[in-house]
């Protein structure tokens, strides 16, 4: 029998040789410092990326890597629009790294000033989402459509070939049976009229039984993706010069509603923006700062910045989304799906219940008026609106001329008179009686009767939120003086309702008065001005269809 | 069942949505950092019980003796692993000569210097607490050419004693309290380290390292003392001499518990969206790990044994000790591999797969830790008395 100094030897033996032999290509790979089998090339980094920039240790100034080339330019895969700084190998011509430019606002909070050499921003790299930094993968993405597929099946078969150029712009011109080719019985002996063709019947119409469609060349239907500003205008261009109005693009299937409802009630604009920076309070509808909304990242570090400082937000939203809306900074509130003009109009229910609106300010009838009192902007909140039921007038703005004033817009004056609206310094902001035989009511009085239709338990009982939420949200929206905002997206509008949801949330930031303050709402103020410079496309008619 | 402690406000992950398409995020560990974890932990436990029990029957303590073995295997285990888990494992060494600069902001750089020198120091410890006299006859016995080698590797620990002077073993017992304190707290604060995975970044898991590996270094004596000491002396060890080891493991189980139901009660109540799906994830897929490997066989039912009079029942207290360890690596799988399910682009979670390789090495790693302690138990050991 084996004594134990002997088993121990024997355990010794086989359990080091057996480890040390499990553990061999570890250790092969150890002594020349390998990386993932090759030969690394740096010690420390591995085979990590070369940099881009050098560092000069005598002068201490970076300059550029020759081995790589840095383009500038802007990422379209999402409607942010972000710069980016590209990294090039010069030898492969091949993308390496895609970075943000720091040249451009959405890349950093502290963008740089064009002046400023492009040595010196080594070390002030942009930023960029993860989003962008995947246009790696769609610049080298295998399946990448690089060139025109044409069907060569039935409508749905999803079989598709590659065609030249050159066979795309002879088919889609000059027409003909197109899809000869295509084995599918139903559109293979179809003879399609190209554009050639179709211009040249330009002039006829397409239905003379029914000429509300248009002439012939409306039968082009131009859908652009996500183009924007000069794009869009070239479209434009071309769609109308062809002579058809069937020129859409990317939003007319998105959030159109959004940009509806945000020019009902601020004409001109289609998007406005809480500034976060300013703002001590936020609410966030349908859409999450960090993950959704644009610019993303810009709202994304924005918020980071501001919640830093103080700011309180608020995600409405059925999902709790990754941005960080957990903690003592923000709060998301859960809410069903499509509800959320319910939750704002309980809000505002509450408001006016409890007088948290800004009185003064939506008092004031005309710009003269507001500007004299330091206000920024004025509301059509004691504009006279017909009640008078099957009043030819009803629901309509009671015109001024009507009681022969002059103006365009009836208000009720301190001294309950009516008075036009152009010319009146203050006015009464409630108002319900009878001018010139008609039963009027003011339009904030039109929001109070609306929203004070439900209770808040029925409110909440539409939307998910409770009555004590309701109150608190509502509460705290009003706590802040005009530094408070309601930012809404996609999650709001894309519904049936969407709209309305839109513009009820709206009536939150004008109910306190928030247009254009520090901390409010912002509509808009520079930017980037696409339609000139290099090529003056506002110089250019818009050809008429 | 419904785990009362894990509150989120998040719901459960659906079970089929294992994998979801997404962007593909490469992991940075894998089942082997849980491995380097355990063991740096169950080093620097069973140092600490070193530092404890130097005080009361001293070198001459059998427990005393065999923890430096114990602490130097599972230390050079711990590093194994770590080196099959870089792909670049030559990354280590040269660290050494570039590390301190190029890893400027990284705790990387206290470790491998702290670490291995918890090695040296734990190595040349195992030959202070041995029989001098039977080391001399050792060493003397073998040829003369390789008495040098030898007492270079022992550190020429035949010619003196350490813990002669009252202030060197203060100093050397105040050493092995820091580095022993370090060698689990690292692996955690190195997790806080990673970017992007929030759950990692809390200093929660890095206490919860030192608890459990305070509480495995007295686990493991009350399950591997008797045999260690039958193998390395032929004699038979009492235990009864050793149950204060008992109230040690009683006391890190009781922090590890506070912690890990204190930091889950945060994470439910008060964490980011990221913790909360942590917590969901350990509501769902991850129930059965969280449950039952760590709080109950990990926590609740060793102190139940330990802090009973179930303790008196020689197979209740192995199977206390052995789920402390079975738990304390529970604990370490949950938090590496928790944390890296969560996907960043928050949809689902990624699914952990065993990798062959993985599993390789860790039994490999095993295989050597058991190897290299059976030739340690090989040095010549003082024997008590009262013992054999």
Known sequence: ?545 | MTDPFLVSRLPKFPEPLYELLNVAHNRPFSLLFANYSWFLGLAGGVALVWVLTARGRGRRDPVHQLTMPLAVVTIIAGFLNVLAEVRQPGRLYTGYLYGWNEWDTAVIKYGIILLPLFLVTCWWLTFQCLDRAALEKGIAGLPKGLRPLADLVTFWSRRYDLFAQPLTYRLVLGAVTVLGLFAPLYSGVFLMYEHGVPVWNSPAQALLFIATAVTKGAAVFLLLAPLLYRLATGTRLRMTAYEPLRWLAVAGLVVSAVTWFGWMWWLGRLGTTTDQQFTALLAGPYHALALWHWEIIGLVLPLIVLATLLFRYRIATWLAAFGILWGSYAIRLLVVLGGQALNRSGAGYLDFTLEPQVIAYTGFSTIFLLGLLAALLLLPFHQLEEEG
């Not at chain 1, 190998?89 to 040249?103: A, F, H, K, Q, V």
């Not at chain 1, 247009?515 to 520079?526: D, E, M, Q």
Request: glycine share 10%; charged share 25%; net charge positive.
């Open chain 1, 1 to 545: 029998m084996i004594d134990r100094r002997s088993f121990l030897k024997l355990c010794a033996a086989a359990g080091i040789g057996t480890g040390l032999f499990g553990y061999r290509d570890v250790f092969l790979h150890m002594v020349p410092g390998n990386d993932r089998g090759r030969k690394a090339r740096h010690p420390v980094y591995g085979n990590g990326q070369e940099p881009e920039w050098l560092l000069d240790p005598e002068t201490g100034r970076h300059r550029a890597n020759p081995k790589f080339i840095l383009r500038h330019t802007v990422d379209l895969q999402c409607h942010s629009e972000c710069g980016l700084r590209v990294k090039i190998e010069r030898r492969s011509g091949r993308i390496t790294r895609i970075l943000g430019n720091p040249y451009q606002a959405n890349c950093r909070s502290d963008y740089l000033a064009y002046d400023m050499p492009i040595s010196r921003t080594a070390t002030l790299p942009g930023t960029v989402c993860a989003r962008g930094n995947t246009g790696l993968q769609t610049v080298y993405d295998p399946y990448r459509v690089t060139v025109p597929l044409k069907r060569y099946g039935p409508r749905g078969s999803n079989r598709w070939r590659p065609i030249s150029w050159e066979q795309l712009i002879e088919e889609v011109v000059e027409g003909g049976r197109i899809f000869a080719d295509t084995g599918d019985p139903a559109s293979q002996d179809l003879e399609v009229l190209g554009l050639r063709g179709l211009y040249e019947r330009r002039h006829q119409l397409m239905d003379p039984e029914a000429p509300e469609l248009g002439r012939r060349t409306n039968g082009l239907v131009l859908q652009g993706g996500r183009i924007k500003a000069t794009r869009r205008a070239f479209q434009k261009r071309f769609a109308h010069a062809f002579g058809t109005v069937n020129e859409y693009e990317h939003t007319n299937t998105c959030e159109v509603s959004h940009h509806i409802a945000t020019h009902q009630v601020y004409p001109g604009k289609h998007a406005v923006k809480p500034d976060i920076r300013g703002a001590k309070f936020l609410m966030f509808w349908g859409t999450s700062p960090g993950d959704a909304n644009f610019p993303m990242q810009t709202l994304a570090k924005y918020v980071s910045e501001a919640r830093a400082k103080g700011l309180r937000y608020v995600v409405v939203d059925p999902v709790l989304q990754r941005g960080g809306v957990l903690g003592d900074y923000a709060e998301w509130v859960p809410i069903r799906p499509g509800t959320d003009g319910a939750l704002a109009i309980a809000m505002i229910r509450w408001i006016i219940e409890n007088q948290r609106y800004h009185a003064a300010y939506l008092s004031h009838p005309n710009a003269e008026s507001a500007e004299a009192a330091g206000e920024l902007s004025y509301t059509d909140a004691t504009f006279l609106v017909v009640i008078e039921a099957g009043h030819p007038l009803e629901g309509a703005y009671l015109p001024a001329e009507k009681l022969g004033l002059e103006g365009e817009h009836v208000v009720i004056g301190p001294d309950v008179e009516p008075a036009a609206a152009e010319k009146a310094e203050t006015s009464v902001l409630d108002y319900r009686g009878t001018v010139d035989g008609m039963h009027v009511r003011s339009v904030f009085g039109l929001l109070r009767d609306s929203a004070f239709r439900y209770s808040l338990a029925q409110y909440a009982d539409i939307c998910g939120v409770s009555e004590d939420k309701i109150a608190a949200l509502a509460r705290a929206f009003t706590s802040y003086g005009r530094k408070a905002a309601c930012e809404f997206y996609r999650g709001v509008v894309k519904h049936p309702n969407g709209f309305y949801n839109g513009l009820a949330i709206h009536m939150l930031n004008v109910l306190i008065g928030n247009l254009n303050w520090k901390g409010g709402i912002s509509a808009g103020g520079g930017g980037y001005q696409a339609m000139s410079g290099r090529y003056d496309l506002k110089a250019m008619p818009v050809p008429k269809p």
